[in-house]
């Protein structure tokens, strides 16, 4: 299976490098992987996709300010993107600077901050700051927002990218497909009779890597720290004894559940996870699967390939490209029901 399989044309116009001033005002391309039909509508429609019974699945992980700049004591200007918080005082970063710093290097952080590189781990460098790391990167830090949205992070984006329900501090990405939810939305979903229960998926900065590859089953994952709860397994199996789907809010929550699912019966976990869903590899547990649009080429399209079915996928990306939909982060939706025979690239009619 090749990586260029993924591949389609999207015209930079589509990338939405905003947010729309409501959180549920974005479109909603609803895909039925069975049939491959598609409909188009707008995301507070899809209560109308909910059934009584159901289980909707989020990702309840919090973007922390991420991304600091500063200078060396040479002068040399310093951003650094922090990946993972080891402890109350030390990260795992990528450093971006003309030269990579050594161990015993000192960076002034702008807004006044001091680190210090204590050790190389393959690409990612290990910092150490004399003060507590989280509420440091409230204080200096600025919203790591993805290399796609080419503008400074603004103040809005505190609250923008990320979503109304995040709770556990950790992420340097946000799970878009939960930005669209607001507490009025949330609460009419409930109304209806739909079970809600959270998961925790630190999304890393290593969603936004290319594929380096040309064969898509020689690409090796990130890892990223997850936590899947007994509450999250009671939750599930209470929703396959009503008849109830297992809906995932996010490829975040998908990847949770299904790492937690490896051996075909989901267990609580916490733990790092490189699962790596593209066509042809099972899922466990998710029946439906609310998502945003995806780049080229990307892991996270792979996915959704494997979900939905390949040629259902790229049919539907085809057709959001030809309507007009907003792409990626801060863009338009899509609501998919699994399709049982899913189609790989190679069985493309």
């Known amino acids: 299976m090749r990586v260029a399989d993924f591949h389609f044309d999207l015209p930079e116009a589509l990338i939405a490098r905003h947010p729309l001033a409501e959180r549920r005002a974005s479109r909603l391309l609803v895909l039925d992987g069975p049939t491959g039909s598609l409909a188009h509508r707008h995301f ?22 991420a991304r600091l700049f500063g200078r060396k004591a040479s002068g040399g200007r310093v951003e650094v993107l922090v990946e993972r918080v080891l402890d109350g005082h030390r990260v795992l970063a990528h450093v971006r ?34 003060e507590e790391v989280l509420p440091l990167l409230e204080r200096v830090g600025h919203m790591p927002l ?15 990218y990320q979503t109304v329900y995040a709770e556990r501090a950790g992420a340097v990405a ?9 507490e009025e939305m949330l609460a009419a979903i409930r109304a209806r009779g739909v079970e809600q229960a959270f998961v925790t998926l630190h999304v890393g900065a290593g969603t936004f890597q290319p ?4 064969k898509v089953e020689e690409h090796r994952m990130h890892h990223e720290w997850l936590e899947v ?4 397994v009671d939750a599930v199996a209470a929703c396959r004894a009503r008849g109830g789907r297992v809906i995932a809010v996010g490829t975040t929550s998908v990847r949770s559940l299904e790492s937690a699912a490896r051996d075909g019966v989901l267990k609580a976990f916490s733990g790092d996870t490189d699962i790596f869903l593209y066509p042809g590899r099972p899922f466990h547990v998710v029946d439906a699967l609310v998502t945003n649009f995806h780049l080229p080429e990307s892991t996270l399209l ?38 049982p025979a899913p189609r790989g690239p190679e069985e493309r009619p």
């Open 44 to 65: 507070t429609d899809l209560l109308e996709y909910l059934r009584p019974g159901d289980l909707m699945v989020f990702n309840n992980t919090r973007v922390i300010p």
């Open 97 to 130: 600077a003309s030269k990579p710093p050594k161990p015993g290097t000192v960076i002034d952080i702008d807004g006044g901050a001091r680190a210090e590189m204590l050790a190389r781990h393959d690409s990612l460098f290990e910092l150490s700051f004399a």
């Open 146 to 160: 993805p290399p796609y949205i080419d503008r400074p992070d603004e103040d809005a984006d505190r609250e923008r």
């Open 174 to 182: 946000a799970p878009t497909a939960g930005l669209h939810f607001d």
């Open 211 to 214: 594929v380096r590859v040309e």
């Open 229 to 232: 709860g007994q509450d999250v």
């Open 302 to 339: 792979m996915l959704v390939s494997a979900f939905a079915g390949y040629p259902e996928t790229m049919a539907a990306y085809a057709a959001a490209v030809a309507e007009g939909y907003r792409f990626f982060s801060y863009g338009d939706a899509m609501f998919i029901t699994r399709n």
